[in-house]
Nanobody, 126 residues
């Protein structure tokens, strides 16, 4: 069993930055990686970024490439999402999920992730 706890959300003006954290509790050593997703009101949960535990390979949604950076600290069992140049369209609840199955196939699909955190609200004002 794995538990995930997100933190770092808040209110920021457009153009500002936030750094989210996702701390994992439990055995994550055999997991493929950790992904960040976001869900705005009335919309589906969308993929944002993924990092693999082994090798630190990263994947990004086109909408955040060049603005967001995902990273990990294996010693702390924590994954970060640095968000720069934030836009009002980035407003959403951001959640992290762990994918256990060791494959990059369909990494953008929420159904491929096994454990989720409770989410943290990010609000970007114009």
């Amino acid at each position: 069993q794995v538990q995930l706890v997100e933190s770092g959300g808040g209110l920021v003006q457009a153009g500002g930055s936030l750094k989210l954290s996702c701390e994992a509790y439990g055995d994550t050593s055999s997991s493929f990686g950790v992904g960040w997703f976001r869900q705005a009101p009335g919309k589906e949960r969308d993929f944002v970024a993924l990092i693999t535990w082994s090798g630190g390979i990263t994947y990004y949604a086109d909408s955040v490439k060049g603005r967001f950076t995902i990273s990990r600290d294996a010693a702390k069992n924590t994954v970060y999402l640095q968000m720069n140049s934030l836009k009002p369209g980035d407003t959403a609840v951001y959640s992290c999920g762990i994918r256990v199955y060791y494959s990059a196939n369909y990494y953008h699909a929420p159904a491929e992730y096994d454990y989720w955190g409770q989410g943290t609200q990010v609000t970007v004002s114009s």
